[in-house]
């Protein structure tokens, strides 16, 4: 579909189209049900679309989508990298901190080197995550398309 048929459809789902600038990264999981319930339940990361196979999560400006996978025997998760969820307060890190101590690598840290507060745990497939503050001042990031 060209993009003069979608601005001139008359359908309401389309009054939605183009409304956010950026992007996402879709991750394959083999725990697509319990990885749902830990990152909204325990996280506190919000459902942003739900997709057959699919869940979308946002967390502010953060968007992933988890991806089930279909053929178990020839297909792996995606474990690689982290997920680092950003925080406007230690407050709030220490607050993750204690719904998280049971999978946290330890207590919230200073690290002078990049100024953050941080600490780090795991998802329930093994994904590195990492929970931080900035200790200066940041330039605001938005996902709303500019007018």
Do not use: C
Request: charged residues 20%; aromatic residues 10%; negative net charge.
């Amino acid at each position: 579909m060209s993009s003069a048929n979608l601005s001139s459809s008359n359908n309401d789902e389309d009054d939605n189209v183009g409304q956010m600038l950026g992007g996402l990264v879709f991750i394959k999981t083999r725990e697509l049900d319990s990885l749902a319930k830990f990152y909204t339940e325990t996280i506190g990361m919000q459902l942003w679309l739900e997709q057959p196979n699919i869940i979308i999560l946002h967390h502010g400006n953060m968007i992933i989508g988890f991806h089930q996978i279909q053929n178990m025997d020839e297909q792996e998760p995606d474990l690689q990298g982290m997920y680092t969820f950003v925080y406007p307060s230690l407050e709030q890190v220490d607050d993750m901190h204690t719904k998280l101590q049971h999978i946290a690598d330890g207590k919230p840290r200073h690290n002078g080197r990049y100024k953050i507060y941080q600490f780090f745990a795991k998802d329930p497939e093994g994904r590195d995550l990492e929970f931080q503050a900035f200790l200066h001042p940041l330039k605001e990031v938005s996902s709303a398309v500019p007018k």
